[in-house]
């Protein structure tokens, strides 16, 4: 079965930079949509960068468009986030997703598969 795991999260001081990376496994399609959510407490998950496997298309939110930049490795089957002047907004907990239609800035429902987060703490 899929499997996504992510990791790179962390604490870091407002300005600072993390990169994220979740590893994808199982999962082989000619085109399907990777994505960043995140969630903070009290507040729904919300996509933050999507990419088409396809043609390599993103997409970002526009709280995060010019720091943030989503990426693939195909030869390691890992999906990146780099994340660049972090601020304290950004604090959530950050997941990877999957889904299987190639239409990506989509809800978080319309994804199959899910991991299982890691923290990202801006003070």
């Known amino acids: 079965h899929v499997q996504l795991v992510e990791s790179g999260g962390g604490s870091v001081q407002a300005g600072g930079s993390l990169r994220l990376s979740c590893v994808a496994s199982?999962?082989?399609?000619?085109?399907?949509?990777m994505a960043w959510f995140r969630q903070a407490p009290g507040k729904e998950r919300e996509g933050v960068a999507t990419?088409?496997?396809?043609?390599?298309?993103?997409y970002y939110s526009d709280s995060v468009r010019g720091r943030f930049t989503i990426s693939r490795d195909n030869a390691k089957n890992t999906l990146y986030l780099q994340m660049n002047g972090l601020k304290p907004e950004d604090t959530a907990m950050y997941y990877c997703?999957?889904?299987?239609?190639?239409?990506?800035?989509?809800?978080?429902?319309?994804?199959?598969?899910w991991g299982q987060g890691t923290q990202v703490t801006v003070s």
């Open positions: 199982e999962y082989t399609s000619s085109r399907y949509c």
């Open positions: 997703a999957i889904r299987k239609r190639a239409v990506c800035w989509t809800p978080a429902y319309e994804y199959n598969y």
């Open positions: 990419i088409d496997t396809g043609i390599g298309m993103t």
